[in-house]
């Protein structure tokens, strides 16, 4: 039989198509305009900017705004071009951008909240604004009145907000960790369920309403994907990076998720495979394998004169193990871990080259990501760093 010539894999990366430098604070939040070549950004230094691509394939200023307290967060509506920016000060300001992006005009001005607004969400299908602020409190307005609709206290400050229009569903990630889904109505909300699966608090959030997934970044390093839909109440963890999640986005037409962190990692993970669910680590008093005593475990310790040894745990099997018996590491994509972790002897024998296969894929984007947006019409992603640069990648190698 002939021997089949493979050709040889191209490097499948994120390419940087642009840097946008010329700014003299670190960018806090930014969007793509999508069709525009486009970039909106508000920066620490209290600027609102619009940069355009220009012939020369640089971004240069079209228009920029002095505000009168710094923006913490911001969300744009490209079909109505208008843009809402939480501040420092509690308010969230309405601008409408014109058609050709080089004017901004002054909309409305919410009082919502007591201290920094955290997040800021528009729902043109609702007409709603909806936010969170450092004064725990998550409020929704009406954008066509401007009428407060209600309010919510939450027990921590909220850094992750999401709405699933169909249901009208909020996911609020909060300070402690913890995720919290309300029931939104015109003028009131209902407590839904909360859980809990990171150590740290909650940075991003992402909600794919085709699939019913909600994906919770952390602190912790950690990515959880909640399947809501399914109604099963799994929980699926994503490890995968080495430093805090800045950044969560989904690419729907490809099921990919994105992710970045603040040591600059970008990974893509594929989500079209079916992961499992790591196993509840099971509690022994001696090892699970060899049988030799843990050494909280005097009794045994006694009676068979052994020295007590320190409990582990199999990652795969959640047995209570000692060290000898789990002396071996191994990644195991299909249950998120892509990173090599502590599995029993026995685990190890039956993970296969096929079953280590990565099924992500890991990228440096050289800069400390504060904050990161995917616009799936382009398939291009912003991410902005702690070095005051805003970078532009072209996706397709990698999402698609
Ligand atoms: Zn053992
Ligand atoms: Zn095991």
Not at 138 to 143: A, L, N, Y
Not at 210 to 224: E, K, M, N, P, T
Not at 237 to 260: F, M, P, W
Not at 386 to 395: E, Q
Request: aromatic fraction near 8%; glycine fraction near 8%.
């Amino acid at each position: 039989m002939a021997a089949e010539i493979q050709p040889q894999p191209q490097a499948r990366k994120p390419c940087l198509l642009s840097k946008i430098e010329a700014l003299q604070d670190v960018v806090s939040s930014a969007v793509i305009i999508p069709k525009e070549d486009g970039v909106i950004s508000v920066s620490e230094d209290r600027t609102i900017r619009v940069w355009l691509k220009r012939d020369s394939g640089q971004y240069w200023p079209s228009v920029y705004q002095t505000l009168s307290s710094s923006c913490s967060c911001m969300a744009f509506n490209p079909e109505t071009r208008r843009l809402s920016m939480g501040m420092d000060t509690g308010s969230v300001c309405e601008f409408i951008l014109s058609e050709d992006y080089n004017k901004m005009t002054p909309a409305r001005t919410y009082q919502a909240h007591q201290g920094r607004v955290t997040v800021v969400l528009f729902v043109l299908e609702m007409e709603w604004l909806l936010s969170t602020g450092q004064d725990k409190n998550f409020t929704w307005h009406c954008s066509e009145s401007g009428q407060q609709l209600g309010t919510y206290r939450t027990s921590t400050w909220v850094s992750g907000l999401q709405f699933d229009v169909e249901t009208r569903h909020a996911f609020v990630g909060d300070q402690s960790g913890q995720v919290t889904i309300l029931k939104l109505e015109q003028d009131n909300c209902s407590l839904v369920t909360t859980f809990k699966g990171h150590t740290g608090n909650v940075t991003a959030l992402c909600w794919d309403p085709v699939q019913r997934v909600l994906f919770s970044g952390s602190s912790d390093h950690s990515i959880i994907m909640w399947d809501i839909g399914g109604r099963k109440g799994t929980a699926i963890e994503l490890q995968g990076h080495n430093d805090k999640v800045q950044g969560l986005c989904y690419a729907s037409h490809t099921r990919q998720l994105i992710s970045g962190s603040s040591d600059g990692g970008i990974v893509i993970w594929n989500m079209d495979v079916t992961r499992q669910e790591t196993p509840e680590w099971l509690d022994s008093d001696s090892c699970q394998k060899c049988e030799q005593p843990f050494f909280w475990n005097f009794k045994q310790m006694w009676d068979s004169k052994k020295i007590g040894l320190r409990q582990h745990h199999c990652r795969k099997c959640g047995q209570a193990v000692c060290g000898k018996c789990s002396s071996k590491r191994s990644t195991i994509p299909l249950m998120g871990f892509e990173f090599e972790v502590r599995v029993c002897d026995s685990c190890y024998e039956s993970i296969t080259d096929e079953d280590r296969a990565p099924t992500a894929t890991f990228h440096d984007s050289k800069h400390s990501i504060v904050y990161m947006h995917y616009e799936p019409t382009t398939g291009n992603l912003l991410t902005s760093g702690t070095d005051k640069v805003v970078k532009l990648w072209d996706m397709t190698p990698v999402v698609s």
